[in-house]
T-cell receptor, first 115, second 114 residues
Framework: AQSVTQLGSHVSVSEGALVLLRCNYS??????LFWYVQYPNQGLQLLLK??????LVKGINGFEAEFKKSETSFHLTKPSAHMSDAAEYFC?????????????FGKGTHLIIQP | DTAVSQTPKYLVTQMGNDKSIKCEQN?????MYWYKQDSKKFLKIMFS???????INETVPNRFSPKSPDKAHLNLHINSLELGDSAVYFC?????????????FGNGTRLTVT
């Protein structure tokens, strides 16, 4: 079985500050990990994905995430927040082997950017 | 060109009615999904089809019935709608089955049952 825990349902940062959104996963096999972003009244868009290549993954809009197996974490960061980053962020995990669970999403973190 | 499109965007209906949501993808993907997002933004998979074959059928009421006429389409029919069915329903597709490929989402259908 697989699961995802996102710490903090709401995160608030000032414009220009570091963004850190936390994600911890549980998987019985090496996982595939994803971060998605959802803007209001829209579907989810892929930010980045980890598929067992480099542990530091760069995504769109200046975001990146680091896979740490020892900590079972895949935290999302951005050095300098922009007002347009305000959205809901979802971490997701799959076991990649065609298991019946498919892709499992975390409960999401709402990112608030303060001017 | 919209990659994954679903219609309608909004659906307001009364309890007991039957309604359908349509989804089409023009990405040439083999796998399509239906997800339900509740008022707390929690996303839960409902169904997954791979090459028109049902792969995932989570514990959802049998009032929900997916239909995949071809690889590019996955529709969702809901019978006898209940208040608790109110949510945003997302269609998605991926290149292949197995969780290795990212999902491409439609913009959602906001269903309100009164």
């Amino acid at each position: 079985a697989q699961s995802v825990t996102q710490l903090g349902s709401h995160v608030s940062v000032s414009e220009g500050a570091l963004v850190l959104l936390r994600c911890n996963y549980s998987s019985s096999v090496p996982p595939y990990l994803f971060w998605y972003v959802q803007y209001p009244n829209q579907g989810l868009q892929l930010l980045l994905k980890y598929t067992s290549a480099a542990t530091l993954v760069k995504g769109i809009n200046g975001f990146e995430a680091e896979f740490k197996k020892s900590e079972t974490s895949f935290h999302l960061t951005k050095p300098s927040a922009h007002m347009s980053d305000a959205a809901e962020y979802f971490c997701a995990v799959s076991q990649g082997g065609g298991g019946a669970d498919g892709l499992t999403f975390g409960k999401g973190t709402h990112l608030i950017i303060q001017p | 060109d919209t990659a994954v499109s679903q219609t309608p965007k909004y659906l307001v209906t009364q309890m007991g009615n039957d309604k359908s949501i349509k989804c089409e993808q023009n990405l040439g993907h083999d796998t399509m999904y239906w997800y339900k997002q509740d008022s707390k933004k929690f996303l839960k998979i409902m169904f997954s089809y791979n090459n028109k074959e049902l792969i995932i059928n989570e514990t959802v009421p049998n009032r929900f019935s997916p239909k995949s006429p071809d690889k590019a389409h996955l529709n969702l029919h809901i019978n006898s709608l209940e208040l608790g069915d109110s949510a945003v329903y997302f269609c998605a597709s991926s290149q292949d089955w197995g969780g290795r490929s990212p999902l491409h989402f439609g913009n959602g259908t906001r269903l309100t049952v009164t």
